[in-house]
């Protein structure tokens, strides 16, 4: 099955065409994070505005590079795929309207498809010939900038929500403390550079809180609070010590950086222990912006090597927002079931 996947649920306009899951055949980002930088965050009326202004763009482009000779790339494929949540909604509208026109327009079918599952799924792309249904159950995490989720799938369509942040998202951890040092948007990405500069041994030099959630705090059904996290007391410390101590060099700020991200890193590294400790899992699979994390990708290699349990990462390419693990997750049934599909809206809360 070949299908056409859309993706606007944030501030990356993407389009891309998978076969059978797994075979990129296009994959096209327009990445707006220049028209957000000079605000420190995303501005949701900017990202409606670009997404509009792009998508067909984005779109023709992903058709052509996946079929270079066809004159009419579209009725190539057997499906559209949109993102239909989690996101924000003025950005996701763009998306999904579009793939609706185009469904209308080509009497294709139309699949809406979760991000955060398609987050999941990224580690499959591109990796050639593999046996997936032997990589299940399957621990999952989905760590990204409006989430940091545990999952545990049983098939690729098939998983239950067992642990997530209360509070803030790992990656809007990153971001927030890179805005408050002044490094700029996004902050995942620079806090992870300097942090380098610091050697291993020397980047737990300031205490930050590990987000320890009590186990009487009140979850959802299935949620199991030792897998729960809870990122906003690292913030108000990183706060508190800035007001305190202001770095007063770059070697200073580094040093925050390093902490800071070791707290982050050391907080989802024991939850995921806890859940690898269990045995039950055969792989663990790890999806999402904040996966591009170096420290974080060691520490996961780390403990998935202590534990025998193969870590699957996604190349980096589809780490952040992509629209090939949107198109790849609807190609092997992974869309969320719909009757009506073109009566659907967007749902910018649709839970993990
Ligand atoms: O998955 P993604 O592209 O979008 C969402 O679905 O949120 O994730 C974006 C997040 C941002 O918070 C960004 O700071 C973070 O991923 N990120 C990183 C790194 N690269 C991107 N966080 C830590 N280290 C990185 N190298
Ligand atoms: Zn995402």
Redesign the pocket.
Known sequence: MIVLGIES??D?TAAAVVRNGTEVLSSVIYSQVPLHQPYGGVVPEIASRSHIEKIRAIIEQALRDAFPESEEPLQEVDAIAATCGPGLAASLLVGWSAAKGLALASGKPLLPVN?MHA?LWSVQLDKGAIDIAAQYPQLGLAI????TCFVEATAPDHYQLIGQTIDDAA??A??KAAKLLGLGY????V??RIAREIPLEERHSIAFPQGKVALDHPLSPGLRAELCVSFSGLKTALLTYFRKNPPQNEAETARVCAAYQEAIVDAVVKRAEIALKSGKYKTFAVG???S???R?REALQALADRYHVPLLLAFPRY???NAAMIAGLASVGGALPAEDPLAWDIDPSLPV
């Not at 990204?144 to 989430?147: D, N, Q, V």
């Not at 996004?186 to 990405?189: N, S, V």
């Open positions: 649920s944030c990356e991000h987050h990204s900038g409006g989430h990656g809007e990153f971001d996004p902050g995942g990405p806090i992870d999402g912006g904040v591009l994390n170096g974080l780490c952040g927002d």
